[in-house]
């Protein structure tokens, strides 16, 4: 790994770790899927904005990525701190174009060096998203790192 994917990896981990201590115990991590095989970059982030909306209606913050898969659908990592109901969570998002499914697991760790050594896997899991599009566009701009 070059010098610069491992300040984006650090970074990246570090805001994970920061979000998870600036919010614990409330932490939640949400992978989210398209009903279709959506390919559209700009169309899945159109698409998140209804997403966005409601967790800050709902006072919350989140911090994520997005990962591309092999087959070419965006699917998107989320952590926020807010609670929703799972299966009115399901059926708010399945009415706005997103897939049946969800994946919705509460984080759990409390706010000292204990806690934060419970994310530390989370944040790594989460990173590795961000460096395989990072990998990817770098690569496709001909340019190797």
Known sequence: MSLSLRKVRYAFESGILSFCLRYAPAVYFWSLTFA????DEVEAKRRFRCVCDLVRRRGGQ???????????AWHLHLLVNVYFEWHWFQSWLMARGWGSQLYVKEVYGLPSAV??????????YMSKYLLKQRRSIVEDSGHVT
């Open 62 to 72: 989140y911090y994520g990525v997005w990962e591309k898969q092999k087959r070419g």
């Open 115 to 124: 806690g934060r050594a419970r994310w530390v896997p989370l944040a790594r």
């Open 36 to 39: 279709e095989n959506l390919e």
